[in-house]
T-cell receptor
């Protein structure tokens, strides 16, 4: 089955700096790669996603890149703000296929200090 | 947008009792419901996948007789933790999807504490 590795487990940056979180996946059939932000005790919140037919996607300060050959994808947050502090999870799935679950990485705790 | 309502949001039960958690898709038909468990400071771990009208498929290491999943309709799935023990204390969260749709909609989660 799919296995998703995520690094780093913790990341501390100064306000205004950029943050990068990297994930690798094992199943070459995976085609959907979302990123979630989770606050303590709450549901994961989708912040951006990318499909396998796209190499990069950007939404304001957040961008995701995908390298299908290397089977890795990354989250880039620019101009970080204290409210970006949270746990971030990457995930992968064979999206669109019935009954295909999201498999999550272990998470990255991002701390943005002002 | 798609909404999944999960209840209860938190529950405390005595060791040996059973607890039922419900997830309802409010504005769409959930072809598939996924159940995850999340221990403190850990990731979401897939427990089982259930398709409407079919038996759930459990991940390796998850006891199917302990975690009973029912997905009798396209809008309701339930997870029953039977004979709960303190080690079952965790955050349980459901996620719904529909065939052909890339998106996943998460419930708000249930914090289970077994004392």
């Amino acid at each position: 089955g799919e296995n998703v590795e995520q690094h780093p487990s913790t990341l501390s940056v100064q306000e205004g700096d950029s943050a990068v979180i990297k994930c690798t996946y094992s199943d070459s059939a995976s085609n959907y790669f979302p990123w979630y932000k989770q606050e303590l005790g709450k549901r994961p919140q989708l912040i951006i996603d990318i499909r396998s037919n796209v190499g990069e996607k950007k939404d304001q300060r957040i961008a995701v890149t995908l390298n299908k050959t290397a089977k890795h994808f990354s989250l880039h947050i620019t101009e970080t703000q204290p409210e970006d502090s949270a746990v971030y999870f990457c995930a992968a799935s064979k999206g669109g296929q019935a009954g295909t679950a999201l498999i999550f990485g272990k998470g990255t705790t991002l701390s943005v200090s002002s | 947008g798609a909404v999944v309502s999960q209840h209860p949001s938190w529950v405390i039960c005595k060791s040996g009792t059973s607890v039922k958690i419900e997830c309802r898709s409010l504005d769409f038909q959930a072809t598939t419901m996924f159940w995850y468990r999340q221990f403190p400071k850990q990731s979401l771990m897939l427990m089982a996948t259930s398709n409407e009208g079919s038996k759930a498929t459990y991940e390796q290491g998850v006891e199917k007789d302990k975690f009973l999943i029912n997905h009798a309709s396209l809008t309701l799935s339930t997870l029953t933790v039977t004979s709960a023990h303190p080690e079952d204390s965790s955050f349980y969260i459901c996620s719904a999807s529909k065939t052909g749709d890339l998106g996943y909609t998460f419930g708000s989660g249930t914090r289970l504490t077994v004392v």
